[in-house]
């Protein structure tokens, strides 16, 4: 497994549609001790969207890195829209075997498969163990939800970004109709870590 630095954020630009509208920012951060992570993003709309939408999205993750990487103990993901706020939370129970999750009125377990990530130890995972190219099966909780997703990672390619051209390894969510899909690039000179993260809504948005 690769190293992750002790501490350190990530900023992102935050575009809208083919057309690149930027409506907001995101900020993702981590601290990493000898055993323990704690990793959190933080997305928060700008200009016209912020005031005619504002929104605030935070997912906080801590647990446990161990041989086999990260190994999540809580997930937390809050919204806040028009001054209502929305809560979700997980709980691993590794030593049952049990997932906790779901919001206050709605809580829910499942049995807990090994390898089980949530939305933000899924991304970190790969700056630990870089995946090897190929499709590749996830257990991954967003908070309100669980499911096993279809993971496919491709060749490295050459992105542009505000760090110049880099060699990037893109990792993408096969879609499933009706649901909302996810991919990412992992800067392979940069220890793996999320260079471009790139969101699709259940309308292919």
Excluded: C, K
Excluded at 72 to 98: H, I, K, L, Q, Y
Aim: proline share 7%.
């Amino acid at each position: 497994a690769h190293g992750l630095p002790r501490r350190g954020q990530i900023t992102y630009t935050l575009f809208y549609g083919d057309e690149r509208q930027s409506v907001g920012s995101v900020v993702q951060s981590w601290e990493a001790g000898a055993d323990s992570y704690l990793l959190a993003s933080a997305a928060e709309s700008t200009g016209l969207v912020e005031l005619l939408w504002p929104q605030r999205l935070r997912y906080v993750s801590r647990g446990r890195i161990t041989q086999h990487g990260m190994q999540p103990e809580s997930f937390t993901a809050s919204r806040t829209r028009r001054g209502r706020n929305e809560v979700a939370e997980a709980r691993f129970d590794w030593a049952a075997g049990s997932l906790s999750y779901g919001n206050a009125q709605n809580q829910r377990s499942a049995p807990l498969p090994a390898g089980a990530q949530d939305l933000v130890s899924f991304i970190f995972q790969f700056v630990l163990a870089p995946p090897a190219p190929g499709r590749y099966r996830v257990p991954i909780t967003t908070g309100s939800r669980f499911d096993v997703h279809e993971i496919e990672v491709s060749a490295q390619e050459r992105i542009e970004t505000p760090l110049g051209t880099l060699r990037a390894l893109p990792v993408r969510q096969l879609p499933r109709p009706g649901e909302a899909t996810i991919e990412i690039w992992l800067a392979a000179d940069y220890r793996y870590l999320p260079v471009r993260i790139r969101h699709y809504d259940r309308r292919g948005n």
